[in-house]
């Protein structure tokens, strides 16, 4: 960003949250050069705000990354394609709004995994087969087990209320 008081190049980012019914991301800003403090408004796909992978590298956050992520995990399943824009759409405000530069590549996983526990089993278990990479068969039934009995038992506690 450029500071509208020096014109620097150089700021940091203090506070960010989304405004607006989350179209948009406000952020406070606080320029390294005049120190004075200024507040823009960010569409999301103007914001760079960076992903940490698990080997230490970064890239730019990139929210077709997790629409293909979760559409690979969503096929053949009864899922509408409204339905993961709207998981994304979920995804992409809650990290703007709760990160303000970085974040580990780990929490993106981590929240597709939370959306998709809701919505379809299947797609949850494979997401999670690639994300978590289960080593072998053996791992992968036991997980598989375990997730279909807190899935149902989960349900049930839900329909019950
Ligand atoms: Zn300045």
Redesign the pocket.
Known sequence: MK??????LQ?QVLDSRPAEHMSVVKRRRE??????RYTTFERPEEISLMVIKSDNRREPFDRKKIWQGIDRACRKRPIAAETIDKIVNEIENELMGEYVMELPSSLIGDKILQKLWDIDLVAYIRFAAVYRKFGDVDTFMDELKKLKKEHTKRQKGQSSK
């Open positions: 500071c509208p008081f020096c014109g620097s700021d320029c390294s050069e005049c120190k004075k």
